[in-house]
């Protein structure tokens, strides 16, 4: 599996912006970069994935460096319910990691 | 709601006995995928089925043991129960395609081993 790394933890303040990074510098060329969420005890969500280019779903928006080593997700006006564990994970990746852990702020 | 339905949702049994876990993938998709998240603890992924057969093993223990039918649900059997398999057994589903692919989770089993 390519290797990603993450910052452990990560604090927001309610209805800023929440940047979690990630690097992945060995993702191969074909291999897409996608973002999951889990809160407490719930299953994993699917956030968003991307290859190239910047992506923006209702949910959030993946900027990708253009040598695709990092990205970083956006959540533009985080929530208390945007609380979560977030990870990143190249496409072909089976293991999800340790993640950020977000925590939302009132 | 995922798509993705496992049952049960919560058991409790005693050590040293088996269970089965059951998922059924989301309409369409053919792979299966089984992890393992204990109290605190990552993620951890066992098994992964496409199309009935298995893809790709993890960290499952030789008492845990899977496999993928040919309407595509997925059973977990786990074994000679331990009180350290107390976990949340999560089931996922994709499509499985080569470039990487979304994969959706279900709910997740509470096993609790007594």
């Known amino acids: 599996d390519a290797k990603t790394t993450q910052p452990p933890s990560m604090d927001c303040a309610e209805g800023r912006a929440a940047n979690l990074p990630c690097n992945h510098s060995t993702i191969s060329g074909n291999e897409y970069v996608y973002w999951y969420r889990q809160i407490h005890s719930q299953g994993p969500q699917y956030i968003i994935h991307?290859?190239?280019n910047n992506e923006t779903n209702e949910m959030a928006s993946l900027i990708i460096t253009e040598d695709r080593k990092s990205s970083t997700l956006i959540l533009p006006h985080a929530t208390l319910r945007d609380t979560a564990v977030y990870y990143c994970?190249?496409?072909?990746?089976?293991?999800f990691g340790k993640g950020t852990s977000l925590l939302v702020t009132p | 709601d995922s798509g993705v339905t496992q049952t049960p949702k919560h058991l409790i049994t005693a050590t040293g006995q088996r269970v089965t876990l059951r998922c059924s993938p989301r309409?369409?998709?053919?792979?299966v995928y089984w992890y393992q998240q204990s109290l605190d603890q990552g993620l951890q992924f066992l098994i992964q089925y496409y199309n009935g057969e298995e893809r790709a093993k993890g960290n499952i223990l030789e008492r845990f043991s899977a496999q993928q039918f040919p309407d595509l649900h997925s059973e977990l059997n786990l074994s000679s129960l331990e009180l350290g398999d107390s976990a949340l057994y999560f089931c996922?589903?994709?499509?499985?395609?080569?470039?990487?692919?979304?994969?959706?989770f279900g709910e997740g089993s509470w096993l609790t081993v007594v």
């Open positions: 991307g290859l190239k």
């Open positions: 996922a589903s994709s499509k499985g395609g080569l470039s990487g692919n979304t994969i959706y």
């Open positions: 994970m190249p496409g072909y990746a089976l293991n």
């Open positions: 309409s369409g998709d053919l792979s």
